[in-house]
């Protein structure tokens, strides 16, 4: 009966052993295979977390995205010239300021804006436009550039300061996908 008590005793320690191989055995792999699962889980979130790619901005969202540009925006916007300055260009903006709106004479910018104004409103605004990219570094002292309104505008420089028609530019090369926009603290007239 000893020796059965004792071969009983080697199975069950041979048993316990193979159960406790098992587990050990088991718990490993699962902990390798939940590697992987939770790396995946962590890369899908990840990937669910990164941000759209932004699309690149057009002059016209470039001067939306200025609180100092909102007069500009609605005059754009009434004279029906969003979609022609959204298109493929290149283009450069002198972009007059809301300070620069406000100083023209009382009720100005109130009459441009109105529907009976959008034959002169778009003279002004496209005499503020030119054909093609021109950087700050490309403009020279007393050249002249051809607005997309038929006019020419006339470039000083001075101590390093630019001005277009005596208007001070006051911020350069703020770049869009279709052009580029230069900030001026005045409002540029054509002369028709």
């Known amino acids: 009966m000893k020796k059965n008590y004792t071969i009983m005793q080697k199975n069950i320690f041979s048993m316990l052993a193979a159960v406790s191989f098992s587990a050990i055995s088991l718990v490993a792999c699962n ?19 990164a941000p759209a790619p932004v699309a690149p901005k057009d002059i016209v969202d470039v001067a939306i995205g200025s609180p100092d540009h909102t007069t500009l ?22 972009a007059p300021t809301n300070a620069a709106f ?9 009459g441009l804006l109105k529907p009976e104004s959008k ?9 503020h436009v030119v054909a093609g990219a021109v950087k700050a570094a490309d403009l020279k002292d007393g050249q002249k550039v051809k607005t997309l309104q038929g006019e020419e505008l006339t470039v000083s420089i001075k ?4 001005m277009i028609n005596g208007a001070n530019v006051t911020a350069a090369d703020l770049e869009g996908s279709n052009g580029v ?12």
């Open 102 to 110: 406000s100083t023209l004479p009382a009720g100005t910018v109130d």
């Open 181 to 192: 926009v230069h900030v001026i603290d005045a409002v540029l007239m054509p002369k028709k």
């Open 31 to 49: 902990n390798e295979s939940s590697k992987p699962t939770s790396e995946a889980a962590s890369m899908d979130t990840v990937k669910t977390e």
């Open 159 to 162: 101590d390093g300061k630019v």
């Open 73 to 94: 925006v609605a005059a754009v916007t009434a004279a029906g010239l969003v979609e022609t300055l959204k298109g493929t260009g290149p283009f450069t903006v002198f």
């Open 119 to 127: 034959e002169k409103l778009t003279s002004i605004l496209t005499y």
